[in-house]
């Protein structure tokens, strides 16, 4: 039994160091875990640790994101915003590495605290506590942590950063340093680099074209003809291309002047094209004929275009509005 003595002994200086490490003095806790910050931050936190992290009394500030990395919780937007706490943790620390904010930042993943999950009666994640001073020159009213929002879903860095910074306003906010993408620089160092060699190549066989009347002309009739014929009207509305007619067939046009199909803008857009180069026609080109018979031909010709869309026209108005007054034959 000479044994039994030095069991209790041990059992004693034991139960002697695990006194001294619960009697921490806040200062010394701080000076622990921000030692702890300065190698690898956040730090990992498992239920003891969350629980003398965030222990009272404190004269430090504490921000403790509880999160449920692993695969089998299927938490997608804990994995997105991690390396956004990861981030502004580092950058923080990095910018403060005299502790003059006197903020640690911590992780306490639901793997290595389900304890402290439970008794938070937690059951979702991620959830960021903000732990304000409950002693000091910066202690809060209320030693009740602050819950930031994910309402809107995974958040910036940024984002964080300005919710932390107004609840410590008269502390420093050390800011957030992205690292450089050097791949993004790269891309766009090259398609610059591009698109400014193929400019100058192409510029002697581009400058002819982009001087050249008849494509400006094109391209202005395009664009009134698109325009006018109620394209930029379908792209507001997202108007369907056809409909049902409830007959089982389809209708092409829409009832009144106010409404109108994908279909309808494609018809009326065509209309306005072959009346423009009818019109266009009989002005430029059949003066230039020089034959009597030709151009005589030529002028029947186009003026019956002309008369038979616009008859055409007039039967689609009417077709929208039976109360339409105008109309041409053929089309009555």
Not at 39 to 54: E, G, H, N, W
Not at 75 to 98: V, Y
Not at 136 to 148: D, K, L, N, Q, V
Not at 186 to 207: E, N, Q, R
Request: charged share 15%.
């Amino acid at each position: 039994m000479r044994w039994l003595p030095a069991l209790l002994s041990a059992v004693t200086l034991l139960g002697a160091r695990s006194s001294l490490a619960a009697k921490k003095t806040s200062e010394e806790r701080f000076k622990e875990f921000h030692a702890k910050s300065l190698t690898s931050t956040p730090v990992k936190l498992a239920d003891s640790s969350y629980k003398q992290l965030t222990g009272a009394p404190r004269d430090y500030t504490v921000a403790v994101l509880l999160t449920a990395l692993d695969a089998r919780y299927g938490c997608q937007l804990c994995r997105e915003f991690q390396p956004e706490w990861d981030l502004l943790s580092k950058s923080w620390i990095k910018g403060d590495k005299a502790a003059e904010s006197r903020l640690v930042f911590g992780t306490l993943d639901f793997s290595d605290g389900r304890d402290t999950f439970m008794s938070l009666g937690l059951q979702t994640a991620p959830v960021l506590l903000f732990f304000p001073p409950t002693a000091g020159p910066h202690a809060a009213a209320s030693p009740e942590p602050i819950r930031y929002d994910f309402a809107n879903g995974a958040q910036t860095a940024e984002q964080v950063h300005t919710w932390l910074s107004r609840h410590m306003p008269d502390r420093p906010h050390p800011s957030v340093k992205r690292p450089i993408n050097w791949v993004k620089w790269i891309s766009t160092f090259v398609i610059v680099s591009g698109s400014i060699t193929g400019a100058y190549v192409l510029w002697p066989y581009a400058l002819p074209i982009i001087q050249n009347r008849n494509v400006w002309a094109a391209i202005s009739l395009i664009s009134i003809l698109l325009f006018t014929s109620g394209h930029m009207f379908n792209h507001i509305r997202k108007v369907p291309y056809v409909a049902s007619n409830g007959k089982g067939g389809v209708s092409y046009f829409a009832g009144g002047f106010q409404n109108q199909y994908g279909m309808e803008t494609q018809v009326i857009a065509a209309i306005y094209g072959v009346l423009s180069f009818a019109a266009i026609s009989l002005v430029v080109k059949v003066p230039r004929i020089t034959d009597a018979r030709t151009q005589g031909i030529a002028i029947f010709a186009w003026g019956s275009i002309l008369f038979i869309m616009y008859s055409f026209l007039l039967s689609i108005f009417r077709m929208k509005n039976a109360g339409y007054p105008f109309s041409l034959p053929p089309f009555m």
